[in-house]
């Protein structure tokens, strides 16, 4: 048997507000068809001023804990994806630790932005079998809507808030993580990025992106590192019970399973309800495909995204 990452327990929180398309076709000059044609989008759920990036982590990790029957004291690493954190610095991923009542643990967070998940689940899997960790809480966490410039119709309606979790532990098991592809390219800053930061403007900025270049990108560069996350498996797309993917857009949802050959029905869509959420996105599908009885025991799963960077990545595992 192999040491292994295997998943626990899965949760997510989303905020109370929930923001159908028809309310942004009030502010911008956009319509509901518009969105749901192009984006699959309906809803996305926007944090109020008692909601932040730390909160909604807090709330799905205590989901995820209770699914996995483990007690916050339990925790011995805490890895938070998230491009919208509460502050500049401590870390959000501190925050979680604190709220949750851990005196001591590991915790930090991980900037690959929509990838970051991806990039967060590699990292707590890799401490794990190098036996630094032995129980990792893994979030997914964002507050998109303070970035956003909401007179960009191009942009605001694509976007939401909210946070998943998973719990990671160890064991000697054939479930788990079994083989996880990460990817950077840094040429790409211009087609997605934020136009400030503290280094340069001193401010949090606004998301910026040329929407058309970053969707060929990423049906091309989602397709391929599949393919290479399961061959490092030693599997075939015929063997994948589900895809979690990156919600960003139904349309590359769907390009992505076409050319990988699997059919619509495998892939878990969330983007209608929660459109995109960055470094959540995937957790939180992940969460919502767990508690509707989809994803079970013995299942292939293969979570895959891509965002600002370009990063991007694909992981196997057994649930
Ligand atoms: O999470 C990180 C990764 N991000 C992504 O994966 C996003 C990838 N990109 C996309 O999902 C799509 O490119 C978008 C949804 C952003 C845009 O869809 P598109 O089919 O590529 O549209 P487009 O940008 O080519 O724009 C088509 C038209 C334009 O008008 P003209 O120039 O043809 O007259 C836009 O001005 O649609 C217009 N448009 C809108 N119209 C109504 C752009 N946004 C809107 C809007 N409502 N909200």
């Known amino acids: 048997m192999t040491r292994r990452a295997a998943i626990l327990g899965t949760g997510s929180a989303l905020p109370k507000r929930r923001v159908p398309n028809a309310e942004l076709a009030a502010q911008v000059d956009t319509s509901d068809e518009w969105i749901v044609e192009r984006t699959g989008i309906r809803f996305r759920y926007i944090a109020g001023e008692d909601e932040t990036t730390a909160s909604l982590a807090t709330d799905a990790a205590r989901v995820a804990l209770a699914a996995a029957g483990l007690e916050p004291r339990d925790i011995d690493l805490i890895v938070l994806a998230t491009a919208t954190p509460d502050q500049t610095f401590p870390s959000s991923a501190t925050k979680v630790q604190a709220a949750l009542g851990i005196p001591d ?128 498996a030693g599997l075939t797309p015929a063997e994948v019970d589900w895809v979690v993917p990156h919600q960003a857009n139904a349309r590359i949802l769907d390009a992505t399973a076409k050319k990988l050959g699997l059919p619509p029905e495998k892939v878990v ?44 990545g694909a992981s196997v595992l057994r649930f």
């Open 105 to 232: 643990c590991v915790a930090f967070d991980v900037a690959a932005v929509c990838s970051g998940f991806l990039y967060a689940v590699s990292v707590a899997e890799s401490m794990i079998r190098a036996r630094s960790a032995e129980t990792a809480l893994v979030i997914g966490a964002e507050t998109f809507s303070r970035i956003l410039d909401w007179e960009d119709r191009a942009t605001c309606v694509l976007f939401g808030d909210g946070a998943g979790a998973i719990v990671l532990g160890a064991e000697e098991s054939d479930r788990g993580v079994l083989a996880t592809r990460l990817h950077a390219d840094g040429s790409h800053n211009e087609l997605l990025y934020v136009d400030g930061g503290p280094s340069t403007t001193g401010t949090v900025g606004k998301l910026r992106m040329k929407g058309r270049e970053v969707f060929r990108h990423a049906v091309v560069n989602l397709a391929a590192v599949m393919n290479e996350a399961l061959d490092a």
């Open 269 to 312: 869509v969330t983007v209608d309800q929660h459109a995109n959420t960055s470094a959540a996105s995937v957790p939180l599908a992940l969460d919502t495909a767990v508690r509707d009885g989809r994803i079970k025991a013995g299942d292939v799963v293969v979570l895959e995204a891509m965002g600002g960077g370009f990063t991007w």
